[in-house]
Each structure stands twice: as structure tokens, then as C-alpha cells.
């Protein structure tokens, strides 16, 4: 069995579980190595808190993904004696070679049963049973929903009227008391709009107060709640309950399954991705960390995002996203519905390094005029349910201080001033980064992943730079 560094990260929950697991391993907390003779199992002792060792093993029959037990009480997998018995196997210490164990042996053949079983109704030739779809039962949510969106539009039309900046610290809490009662009326997407409204006015500055955002969440609620009510109300007279690609049904808090998506149609095959940057951010309304990666498709320079949302309450069984240096070949590839960088999800991929040909590649699906990309944009970001930023590639001629801001020129010298996006996390600030390589080679002829965002402050549009793209690397510049 042939593993790296990267191959243990991407099986690890967290970054804690990876030093952990690898602080046992150093501190040679591991005994009784153990292999079979066809490098499929690994297991061994390892020392725990009490008198007796963790019984911890590693089926490979899987390599994409391995199967890790433990007799240890964590309730996260794989847990850090795990990962830490994958830095022995890294690390070439000796194991000896050892019978299958029993009770493995009977866990593989219950998954071998499980296998052949999925197998045979897969060639099954008989007509399947179709689930009588219970349309009485759909009908009646969709009421519910239509009840409380009534309701939502009150409360909205209520500050319409007498003006966000009328809200004080009461009102507010009274404001979040009601959003939790939308969750009863199917609606956690409006819960979810209320809080953020709730919680934007909250964090004003009474000195310097800019309602901004708070307007902007509730010109956004308002055309979700209107197009809402329509959308339902026309499955209702039409009696249509089936799932439909529909930009409101996530926007009322609607969460599309991998299935749904197939049977949408919605996914296309064997497709070579290539991570242009990743980051992590919070979010305090919804309490949840949330893991964005962007990607490319070599084929047809696609730009896209995987988003993997994170509750602080079930941290520990979710396993977090990580950066990525190779070239992703996914056997089916999801995607969900929006405009421009849609989200995407996949689970069966291989990873291969990135040859010259593939950041030849990527160079030549980067847009060489910023004048057409800003059309772009200007068309996705005036969409009112759209973000107000687009992920772009983009060829640059140079990089150059003006006026003490750094400006990316194209080829024919049109220009967009770089700065950082203000509303994220300052670690995914970068303009200070790029300042210090500031007249190296870097700033000239290369190619700019990145955000372009709009300031309604100043009315304009800016590039918050993501990474650089070179002939032969990829300079991630946020962390």
C-alpha cells in the first residue's frame, strides 16, 4: 500500500485529527504491527487513556476509500489513532504480516453481500415498483408555505413602511423570536434571511450607521417571497408536485439531492477538474463553518464552486474539505442550479498530477479581454437573487501601483483596480501579499484567478485576487 502525505489529509475530518494522529505515531504510541500478505488490512495496538490499547485497523480493499475502525470511544471518522496508524504505514515502520482477522473477515463478507445484492437489482430486468407519489401530502405543504409566506411578506411590507432604522434592540429580538417560526411553514430559507437581516442591524455602528446591507437582504427577500408565492401557486392550480430545477426551491431552504439532480438531468461525465483556490468562512447567522472550493473544467474552462457546510453543533462527524494540488477526474460530475460558478458536488474521483499540458491548459481558458468578463458580470450581479460577486480567470499584461492601488492590466491596457472584498474574513485578504512581490516577474504576462465584486458604496466594481496562475504552478495568495 502506497500512500502520501495528501492521501491522509484528504481521509481526515479536520486538521486537529491530522496532528494528532500524527503526534501518536511520532511519539510511538503504536504496538503489534500488523499486515496481511496482500497489503489490503493494517492494524495494530495503540496506546489509550485507559489500561488497555485501541484496536485500530485500516481496510484497503478500497483505496479511494478505506474503511478505519476502532475500539476507541471518539465519535469521529476516521479518528486520530486512524490517521495516526496512516503515518505509520507512511513512515515504512515494520509490520509483520498476520492472518485476516475473524471479525474483519465477517465485516468484509457483509459487504460483499450488501455489493452482490446492489448488483443484482441493478441488472434486474423486471419492471421496478414505482412509489405511488403522495400528492395530497405535497399539496398540503405547499399551502403551508404559502401561509407563511403571507406572513413573511407582512413582517416585510411592515419595514418597508416604517423604515429599517426604525428598529431598536427590541424590536430586533423580536424580529428573530418570529424568523424561528418559519421553520414550521417549511421556509428555512426565509428563517434564514430574517436572521441575517436581524443580525446585520445588530452589528451597525450607531456612529457611522450603513443600512446597506440590510436593504439589499430585504430587497432580496421581498422578490424571493413575491416569485415564491406565483411559483407555488402555479403548482398548486396545476396540480404539479413533481421537483423541478428551480433557482426559489433552494432559496426557500430546499436542498436538492444527488439523486434529484440525476433524474434532473443535471450532471455530465468523466470530468478533469483543477482547484484554483480554496477558503473557509463562518457564517453567525446560520452558526456554520463553510468550505468553498473553486475549480476549473479543462474542457470547456467551466468555473465552478464546491461548498461544504459545516454546523458548529456536528463539527466532529463532518469531515472538512482541504486544499487540492492535483487534477481531479470525476466520474460523475453534479451540478446545482443558478447562474455563473454554479455549485457542484461529486464523491468517485482520481487524483493525477498536474502535467505542462494541464496549466497550459487552464492558461488558455483564461479571458483575454476584461472588458467582455465585466459584461459578464454586470449581467449575472444585476440578477436579484444572484451573489454580488463572480469568479473569473483572467490574462494580464502587468500588474502596477497607481495611486497607491494595485490596477491589473489587459493586452489592450483596460484596467480594474485590485482590492480586498471587505465583507469576508480577513484571511482571505490578499493585496497585501501581492504587494510584496510587487515588480517581479509575477506581474507580468500571467493569468488571475479571482472574485470581481461590486461596491455600491462607490458604485464600481473591483477584482479581489484569489491566485496567480503560472506555466508550471498555481500561488495560492489567501493563506
Known amino acids: 500500500m502506497q500512500i502520501d502525505e495528501q492521501y491522509i489529509i484528504e481521509q481526515a475530518t479536520n486538521a486537529n485529527a491530522v496532528k494528532n494522529g500524527k503526534a501518536l505515531s511520532a511519539h510511538g504510541d503504536f504496538s503489534n504491527l500488523s499486515k496481511t500478505a496482500d497489503d489490503s488490512l493494517y492494524f495494530a495496538d495503540c496506546k489509550g487513556s485507559g489500561k488497555n490499547p485501541y484496536r485500530t485497523s485500516i481496510d484497503f480493499l478500497d483505496e479511494k476509500a478505506p474503511i478505519c475502525r476502532c475500539s476507541c470511544p471518539s465519535r469521529q471518522f476516521p479518528c486520530k489513532h486512524a490517521i495516526g496508524l496512516m503515518f505509520e504505514i507512511l ?7 498476520a492472518q485476516l482477522p475473524d471479525d474483519i473477515a465477517q465485516k468484509r463478507a457483509k459487504i460483499a453481500q450488501k455489493e452482490a445484492k446492489k448488483a443484482a437489482n441493478t441488472n434486474n430486468t423486471e419492471p421496478k415498483i414505482i412509489k405511488k407519489t403522495n400528492n395530497a401530502t405535497k399539496a398540503k405543504k405547499i399551502k403551508k408555505q404559502l401561509e407563511g409566506l403571507d406572513k413573511a411578506q407582512l413582517l416585510v411590507n411592515e419595514l418597508l413602511l416604517h423604515g429599517i432604522n426604525t428598529l431598536n434592540s ?7 423570536d418570529l424568523a424561528k417560526d418559519f421553520a414550521g411553514y417549511y421556509l428555512i430559507g426565509v428563517q434564514n434571511a430574517f436572521l441575517a437581516l436581524a443580525n446585520e442591524i445588530e452589528n451597525c455602528n450607531a456612529d457611522t450607521i450603513n443600512y446597506s446591507k440590510s436593504i439589499n437582504i430585504l430587497i432580496v427577500l421581498n422578490d424571493v417571497i413575491q416569485k415564491s408565492k406565483q411559483f407555488l401557486e402555479h403548482k398548486l392550480e396545476t396540480k404539479n408536485y413533481e421537483l423541478e430545477s428551480n433557482e426559489l426551491f ?3 431552504g430546499g436542498i436538492y439531492k444527488l439523486e434529484d439532480l440525476e433524474r434532473l438531468g443535471s450532471y455530465k461525465d468523466n470530468v478533469n477538474l483543477v482547484q484554483l483556490s480554496f477558503d473557509i468562512s463562518y457564517d453567525p447567522v446560520k452558526k456554520e463553518y463553510i468550505d468553498r472550493a473553486y475549480y476549473i473544467d479543462l474542457a470547456d474552462g467551466q468555473i465552478s464552486q464546491t461548498l461544504n457546510y459545516r454546523p458548529i453543533k456536528a463539527l466532529s462527524h463532518i469531515k472538512a474539505d482541504d486544499t487540492c494540488f492535483k487534477l481531479i477526474n470525476v466520474e460523475r460530475l453534479y451540478y446545482y442550479f443558478g447562474g455563473l460558478n454554479k455549485r457542484i458536488r461529486f464523491n468517485n474521483f482520481n487524483l493525477h498530477n498536474l502535467t505542462q499540458n494541464d496549466y497550459n491548459q487552464i492558461i488558455s481558458l483564461a479571458n483575454n ?5 465585466v459584461t459578464s458580470v454586470k449581467n449575472e450581479i444585476k440578477k436579484i437573487l444572484a451573489k454580488k460577486y463572480v469568479a ?5 499584461e502587468k500588474l502596477a501601483l497607481v495611486n497607491d492601488e494595485l490596477v491589473l492590466f489587459d493586452h489592450k ?3 480594474i483596480i485590485l482590492r480586498n472584498k471587505l465583507d469576508d474574513d480577513s484571511s482571505h485578504y490578499s493585496i497585501g501579499r501581492l504587494l510584496s512581490i510587487a515588480n ?15 461596491d455600491e458604496n462607490v458604485n464600481r466594481l473591483y477584482l479581489h485576487p484569489y491566485s496567480i496562475i503560472t506555466n508550471n504552478q498555481i500561488i495560492r495568495l489567501q493563506y
Do not use: D, P, R
Open 91 to 97: 513512515a515504512k515502520k515494520e509490520f509483520k504480516i
Open 170 to 176: 427590541t424590536s430586533v429580538k423580536h424580529y428573530k
Open 250 to 252: 433552494e432559496a426557500l
Open 369 to 373: 479581454e476584461l472588458s467582455t468578463v
Open 392 to 396: 473569473v480567470l483572467l490574462k494580464y
Open 413 to 415: 491596457q483596460n484596467n
Open 440 to 454: 517581479s516577474q509575477l506581474c507580468v504576462n500571467q493569468v488571475m484567478f479571482g472574485l470581481i465584486f461590486y
